[in-house]
C-alpha cells in the first residue's frame, strides 16, 4: 500500500476529491495541519461524496508529528521545482507521495528535508505556474498503483 499526503491542504473540494481518489484506490491519506477547513466542510464533503468511509484518513498536528508517526522510509515531494519527473520513480509498497497547499506549494525547509532525489514533478509547458493539487494527486496516485500493479484494484 502506498500513502498520499496533503501537506496543510487549503481548498476543501480538492481534498474531498482527493479521498475519493484515495477510496478507490486503496492509498492511505495523509493530512497535515493547519488545514484551510473543517473536515466537516460541506463542500469537502460533497464532493468526497462521502467516499470518506472507504478511505483511511489520517491527520497530523505537524510536519515534524507526520514523520515521528508515520517514519517514512521513501517521501516524494511533488513539486514545480523539482528536477526529475514522476515517471522516473519506481515506486514500491510503503512510499509516500507528498502535495503541498494550494496557493504555494511546499515550503523549502521541507524540499531541504526531503532533497534532490525527494522533490519530483510533472512536466508542464514552460512558464506555466502549476497544476490542479487534485489532479497532480490522481495522475501520480495512479502512476504508482500501475508500476504496482494496480494491488487489490480490478
Known sequence: MLDLVLYEPEIPPNTGNIIRLCA??????????????????RQMRRAGLD?????????????ESFLQAEQPTRLFGLTT??????????????????????????????????????????????????LNLANVAAIVTYEAWRQNGFEGGE
Open 51 to 63: 467516499y470518506s468511509e472507504y478511505a483511511h484518513l489520517n491527520v497530523h498536528d505537524d510536519f
Open 81 to 130: 521545482k523539482g528536477q526529475r519527473h514522476y515517471h522516473e520513480i519506481r515506486y514500491q509498497p510503503g512510499d509516500y507521495l507528498m502535495l503541498g497547499p494550494e496557493t504555494r506549494g511546499l515550503p523549502d525547509p521541507v524540499l531541504d528535508r526531503l532533497g534532490e532525489n525527494g522533490c519530483i514533478r510533472l512536466p508542464m509547458l514552460p512558464d506555466r505556474r502549476s
Open 24 to 41: 478507490n484506490t486503496g492509498f492511505r491519506l495523509h493530512l497535515i495541519r493547519p488545514l484551510g477547513f473543517t473536515l466537516e466542510d
